[in-house]
């Protein structure tokens, strides 16, 4: 293990719902009356958050999804994902051996790289993090968890309810029961800070790596966060705030100008992939570029 440092990049924007979004708690329900399944809450304010792990989950699992369909064209610059090529399996007695979805959470399948060199060439487990039987490598991506943005926040204290009751029935498919739930959920519109940091270990990866991210946020804004997302919960949106490159220098001595602000104000994460170039070219001039 030979790790580097050689800056970070911190992103901040907001996340809106667009439709209603419904995150859950492990609480126990009963203490809530009428709801049978509550959203998340802020114990310390008792407002709904985005935890940053559910937002990092969903962001993984797109990306992974992306990368096992792309597994053959993209082994030569990711050479780990030759290892999960169909009947390409070297290896004895590993579970679901070859598969790319090769680790069993629940009642699904994930993706994890095992050793510390395998994800260090896998476009996923480089940027998310895996913790594999054999090593463990660290996530280059932090997600922090995401509040409401000011603007909710005074809302809410002016008396706007931020969250409702939605009543779902399921139908037993066997009995033909109806099974009525009230689940809760954020209402659609509502806003709140994301903070996303990548931190840069390796010179050659930077720039893939933050396009991977901007891929996974782009994919999350046509799919869903949270649960029922078939249900039509749980569409989001991101929009940036800002995007800063803070250097070594930054770290060592304080140097604030010494960081790259990157120009992203109010571009969503697809405007954001498209100009990657433009948007970035001081930092590659500064970094060298992938
Ligand atoms: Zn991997």
């Given at each position: 293990?030979?790790?580097?440092?050689?800056?970070?990049?911190?992103?901040?924007?907001?996340?809106?719902?667009?439709?209603?979004?419904?995150?859950?708690?492990?609480?126990?329900?009963?203490?809530?009356?009428?709801?049978?399944?509550?959203?998340?809450?802020?114990?310390?304010?008792?407002?709904?958050?985005?935890?940053?792990?559910?937002?990092?989950?969903?962001?993984?699992?797109?990306?992974?999804?992306?990368?096992?369909?792309?597994?053959?064209?993209?082994?030569?610059?990711?050479?780990?994902?030759?290892?999960?090529?169909?009947?390409?399996?070297?290896?004895?007695?590993?579970?679901?051996?070859?598969?790319?979805?090769?680790?069993?959470?629940?009642?699904?399948?994930?993706?994890?790289?095992?050793?510390?060199?395998?994800a260090l060439n896998c476009p996923v487990c480089r940027l998310f993090g895996a913790s594999g039987n054999?090593?463990?490598?660290?996530?280059?991506?932090?997600?922090?968890?995401?509040?409401?943005?000011?603007?909710?926040?005074?809302?809410?204290?002016?008396?706007?309810?931020?969250?409702?009751?939605?009543?779902?029935?399921?139908?037993?498919?066997?009995?033909?029961?109806?099974?009525?739930?009230?689940?809760?959920?954020?209402?659609?519109?509502?806003?709140?800070?994301?903070?996303?940091?990548?931190?840069?270990?390796?010179?050659?990866?930077?720039?893939?790596?933050?396009?991977?991210?901007?891929?996974?946020?782009?994919?999350?804004?046509?799919?869903?966060?949270?649960?029922?997302?078939?249900?039509?919960?749980?569409?989001?949106?991101?929009?940036?705030d800002s995007l800063e490159f803070r250097p070594v220098e930054y770290y060592r001595s304080g140097n604030?100008?010494?960081?790259?602000?990157?120009?992203?104000?109010?571009?969503?994460?697809?405007?954001?992939?498209?100009?990657?170039?433009?948007?970035?070219?001081?930092?590659?001039?500064?970094?060298?570029?992938?």
């Amino acid at each position: 293990m030979n790790r580097k440092f050689y800056g970070k990049f911190i992103i901040l924007g907001k996340i809106q719902a667009i439709t209603g979004l419904h995150i859950g708690s492990q609480r126990d329900i009963s203490e809530i009356g009428g709801i049978d399944n509550p959203v998340i809450k802020d114990p310390h304010t008792g407002l709904p958050y985005i935890p940053g792990s559910s937002l990092k989950g969903r962001l993984r699992s797109l990306f992974e999804i992306l990368t096992n369909s792309k597994l053959e064209e993209w082994k030569g610059r990711y050479p780990s994902l030759t290892e999960y090529s169909p009947g390409s399996c070297r290896t004895e007695g590993r579970e679901n051996c070859g598969r790319f979805f090769n680790k069993r959470i629940n009642r699904g399948w994930i993706h994890v790289c095992q050793t510390y060199e395998a994800a260090l060439n896998c476009p996923v487990c480089r940027l998310f993090g895996a913790s594999g039987n054999e090593s463990n490598f660290p996530a280059r991506v932090i997600v922090r968890d995401a509040f409401l943005t000011d603007k909710w926040v005074e809302r809410w204290k002016a008396g706007e309810e931020i969250t409702e009751a939605k009543i779902e029935v399921g139908i037993d498919r066997v009995t033909s029961q109806a099974n009525p739930r009230t689940n809760e959920r954020v209402v659609a519109g509502t806003e709140f800070e994301f903070e996303i940091l990548y931190t840069i270990e390796e010179l050659s990866h930077w720039e893939d790596d933050i396009k991977n991210l901007l891929t996974s946020m782009v994919l999350l804004e046509d799919s869903y966060l949270g649960g029922s997302g078939s249900r039509g919960y749980g569409k989001v949106r991101f929009s940036f705030d800002s995007l800063e490159f803070r250097p070594v220098e930054y770290y060592r001595s304080g140097n604030m100008e010494s960081i790259i602000w990157i120009n992203v104000r109010d571009k969503s994460a697809v405007e954001v992939l498209g100009n990657f170039n433009d948007l970035f070219a001081e930092v590659e001039r500064k970094l060298g570029a992938g």
